[in-house]
């Protein structure tokens, strides 16, 4: 499987919440690998039935953050809304798609230095605007409030290993998960069965992964996100290296038992990780995943990602790959429960 050529194809598919489109790319990728695929309140549930007696589930959140078009000015500019955790520093002067009747290009207006005053604030989402190029009524034959909108960054090299564009938190997650399908399908009998769940809206809460979770109710579960890469300005002890691989998530309210059988299976197998502490909530699916029903048991493992919610969010192609060898290991021994 070309990693650089299918990440490219689940970074550029449309997935602010709501959107279908990547959950459509999604059951078609993962498709080939699984016994069945269904989908569920925008999630998708991808399943390898090895007829055993216990179920492992693997999430990584499909959706990105993105915008909404909130209303149409009298002149054509359209006013947005944050849809998910946006950074509204790297908003002026970027290219959008607005994904209205057909999609359409759009910047946002962004006040020339020339006029600004000195020390001027950065104008609140408010009070931003995209420009599609058209006046009010064209815009509104193609547009209507609601609409979502994503930011324009097709995925691009960097060097030898490392990647960047828009949406790798969490299609990152979701090419190791894809990976990881791959290899599974492939390595025989499973002692256990094992879902991938590529959840929706975790940009809004964690809302995808709280439902499916419910429904589908496994056993045990890995969550697989991103977090904070090493870069100017991200405290060292906050952060891991690109390249160095996946960074596994300690906090009380995770796993013990996954916790130590994951860093375990790094270490005998000798694939490289990182440690990731917390003193509390991980921020991910993995919160709302170990809360369902009566509980699930969950651990969590990250991908380091640079520039997070940001159309240049940068990953190490290597750091999937060695997250997606982490999943396979674990799964073929079995989770937790073969310890």
Known sequence: MDTFSILSRLT??????????????????????????????????CHIDAGA????????????IGLVVRHIDDDGFLGIAKCGGVDVRTLPGGLFTVWGKQPIPAVICVKPPHLAKKNEELPAIDDMYLD??????AVSDMVSPGDPVTAVSPLCRLGEDFVSGKALDDRAGVMALLLA??????????????????SAEEELNC?????????QMPDECVAVDVSFAVSPGVPEHKAGELGRGPMIGISPTLNAAITGKLLGLCESQDIPFQREVMGGKTSTNADVIALAQSGIPTGLVSIPLRNMHTPAETVSLRDIGLTADLLCAYAQNGGMAND
């Open 12 to 45: 550029g598919a449309p997935g602010v919440a709501g959107q279908a489109e990547i959950a459509e790319l999604c059951a078609e990728l993962f498709a080939p690998y699984c016994t069945r695929v269904e989908t569920h309140r925008g999630s998708v549930l």
């Open 53 to 64: 007696e216990r179920t492992l589930m693997f999430d990584a959140h499909l959706d990105e």
């Open 132 to 137: 599609a190029g058209l006046d009010k009524t």
């Open 181 to 198: 399908a791959e290899r599974l399908h492939t390595a025989g009998k499973l002692p256990v069965n094992v879902t991938f769940l590529l």
């Open 207 to 215: 809302r995808g992964a709280g439902v499916a979770a419910f429904k």
